[in-house]
T-cell receptor, first 113, second 112 residues
Framework: NAGVTQTPKFQVLKTGQSMTLQCAQD?????MYWYRQDPGMGLRLIYY???????DKGEVPNGYNVSRLNKREFSLRLESAAPSQTSVYFC????????????FGDGTRLSIL | DQQVKQNSPSLSVQEGRISILNCDYT??????FLWYKKYPAEGPTFLIS?????DKNEDGRFTVFLNKSAKHLSLHIVPSQPGDSAVYFC???????????FGKGTHLIIQP
């Protein structure tokens, strides 16, 4: 069972470059999320998609855009990468929003020089 | 300001004993709580959850207790095993459309 798959697993960018992080889930879930985790911090919500066709900002959306391509796929784009965006990015999905556990991918480790 | 706090960055417990991980929250709108376990270089794995209508939920070796008046929850692991060594995150939700709010995590180390 693949669950939530994130690509790439690792990436190094230069300041100002753009990049799209990909996420796909095979659990037929309706809701998908993007989080970032910084050293010594918990996970912080960047954007979420409650259902196909909708996206909303989370706690730390600045510098990011998202696309809910279809029910399975939810991508995160950095238009002009900054060193402050060096982090580990996790994608998650749940059957619906609300009282549901979220299931996470293994993360993308992104370094911006 | 942190809405979910895990005040112990690390905890060391002997194998076979009970591990107790604690979490405090400040937002009165939170009514759904979860615990996740995370190994290095992997994503968080869901362990157990509890809604505010309950004060206890059990699943095998894992039990979560919720004290709504104190805005406190705890995860008990009995007995602790070497594979339990990981970082544990407490997450909370208001049950609405947005995502989870997480604490900073507690690194549990199970000593042989």
């Amino acid at each position: 069972n693949a669950g939530v798959t994130q690509t790439p697993k690792f990436q190094v960018l230069k300041t100002g470059q753009s990049m799209t992080l990909q996420c796909a889930q095979d659990m037929n879930h309706n809701s998908m999320y993007w989080y970032r985790q910084d050293p010594g911090m918990g996970l912080r919500l960047i954007y979420y998609s409650a259902s196909e066709g909708t996206t909303d900002k989370g706690e730390v959306p600045n510098g990011y855009n998202v696309s809910r391509l279809n029910k399975r796929e939810f991508s995160l784009r950095l238009e002009s990468a900054a060193p402050s965006q060096t982090s580990v990015y996790f994608c998650a999905s749940s059957e619906w929003t609300g009282y549901q556990p979220q299931h996470f991918g293994d993360g993308t480790r992104l370094s911006i020089l | 300001d942190q809405q979910v706090k895990q005040n112990s960055p690390s905890l060391s417990v002997q194998e076979g004993r009970i591990s107790i991980l604690n979490c405090d929250y400040t937002n009165s709108m939170f009514d759904y709580f979860l615990w996740y376990k995370k190994y290095p270089a992997e994503g968080p794995t869901f362990l157990i959850s509890i809604s505010s209508i309950k004060d206890k939920n059990e699943d095998g070796r894992f039990t979560v207790f919720l004290n709504k008046s104190a805005k406190h929850l705890s995860l008990h692991i009995v007995p602790s095993q070497p594979g339990d060594s990981a970082v544990y995150f407490c997450g909370s939700s208001g049950g609405g459309a947005d995502g989870l709010t997480f604490g900073k995590g507690t690194h549990l180390i199970i000593q042989p």
